[in-house]
């Protein structure tokens, strides 16, 4: 029995160590988000390519540090894209109307997912036939907890594609997993070949040409807008993760 007390104890400790491990994690992270966002917006009225460059891999360097910090939340995606979800997906696709006429989804040589004809097509077939309700869009939003955030907060409402984003989070954070879009959500990419995903040296290999400064300003935005939701929900709910729950558990 002593034994088993001591062990009881031992766990608690460690668990009580851990969520201050978190908390201190959080608090860092919070303020490196702080300087996130203040070096999203230093940039002067005209800057010049050198400039935006410098601030570039100041954003870099502190989404760095926030990624190694959130390592410890053990955070975990969704996506779980392989040949099982593929067939969910279309199952899950299908049943709720979606028409597949002579084309698959297939897993290629270089592992990428895409189209496969499975017949001859003709010119002017439709191969694939989506239904509204199939897809995810602003109307999917007043159903979602995001819907009280959305009504309140103006970058939401201006920015559709920011709202989709979070919305995604929503659906994929759900406690009971029974989420109407969990086949779609489970099949998407891990990564993707878009310039935030580019690291330093691809990035600098567009040098020279009119993408470079297209691509610098896209990443720079998106990692602004990660600053402000990031510090809108640690502020006000830890992170999303409780501020879905709490809705949900409503």
């Not at 540090?65 to 996506?79: T, V």
């Not at 969910?88 to 297939?106: D, F, S, Y």
């Not at 999917?140 to 939401?156: A, E, T």
């Not at 807008?225 to 809705?247: G, S």
């Amino acid at each position: 029995m002593e034994k088993k007390g001591k062990n009881t104890s031992q766990k608690k400790h460690l668990a009580k160590m851990q969520t201050v491990k978190l908390n201190d994690c959080r608090v860092v992270v919070l303020k490196l988000v702080d300087e996130l966002l203040d070096a999203t917006s230093m940039m002067s009225n005209s800057p010049s390519i050198k400039e935006q460059w410098s601030i570039h891999l100041v954003i870099v360097n502190l989404l760095s540090k926030i990624n190694q910090l959130e390592a410890e939340f053990d955070l975990k995606p969704l996506s779980q894209r392989n040949d099982q979800s593929i067939e969910k997906l279309t199952k899950w696709a299908t049943k709720n109307g979606a028409i597949l006429n002579g084309v698959e989804i297939h897993q290629f040589e270089n592992n990428e997912y895409g189209m496969k004809a499975t017949k001859n097509i003709a010119v002017g077939d439709t191969l694939v036939t989506v239904p509204r309700a199939l897809m995810m869009t602003e109307e999917s939003i007043p159903s979602s907890p995001l819907w009280k955030l959305h009504s309140q907060d103006m970058m939401l409402r201006n920015m559709p594609n920011v709202a989709l984003a979070i919305f995604i989070l929503v659906e994929s954070l759900r406690k009971d997993k029974k989420s109407f879009w969990h086949s779609y959500l489970t099949s998407l990419p891990v990564t993707y070949s878009t310039p935030v995903y580019f690291n330093v040296a691809d990035l600098e290999a567009l040098k020279g040409s009119p993408a470079f400064e297209a691509a610098l300003k896209l990443n720079r935005n998106i990692a602004r807008q990660y600053a402000y939701f990031k510090k809108l929900f640690q502020i006000q709910y830890v992170d999303i993760n409780a501020y879905i729950h709490a809705f949900w558990d409503e």
